[in-house]
């Protein structure tokens, strides 16, 4: 069991930046994929950045919408996964879930894959 609880959120103006964390914990975290994904009311959850846990070589995946802007980070010392939001647009408005799936990343922007979930923390860019 992994449990997953996000913070960080908040308001900003386009432009801004901010920074989300994940913080994680359980006993099967390790060899997990971490991602962030994203969902406004009356759309699909989306996938925004994703890493696979406790490779430091691992490659980083990012939505298009968001390459560029965004950074997918673990923190080792605190046990957590960061998401740095800079450039932020209007667009960006939505809530942000951290989710995390046992196995590898090659499925990351689907979210049927992921069995654990954080409780969301809300991200709100006005223009």
């Known amino acids: 069991q992994v449990q997953l609880v996000e913070s960080g959120g908040g308001s900003v103006q386009a432009g801004g930046s901010l920074r989300l964390s994940c913080a994680a914990s359980?006993?099967?975290?390790?060899?997990?994929?971490m991602a962030w994904f994203r969902q406004v009311p009356g759309k699909e959850r989306e996938g925004v950045a994703g890493?696979?846990?406790?490779?430091?070589?691992?490659?980083?995946y990012y939505a298009s919408s968001v390459k560029g802007r965004f950074t997918i980070s673990e923190d080792n010392a605190k046990n957590t996964i960061d998401l740095q939001m800079n450039s932020l647009k209007p667009e960006d408005t939505a809530m942000y879930y951290c989710?995390?799936?046992?196995?590898?990343?090659?499925?990351?922007?689907?979210?049927?894959?992921?069995?654990?979930w954080g409780q969301g923390t809300q991200v709100t860019v006005s223009s």
């Open positions: 359980g006993p099967h975290y390790d060899r997990t994929c």
């Open positions: 890493v696979y846990r406790g490779n430091p070589y691992s490659t980083s």
């Open positions: 989710g995390a799936a046992h196995g590898g990343c090659m499925d990351w922007t689907d979210p049927s894959g992921f069995q654990y």
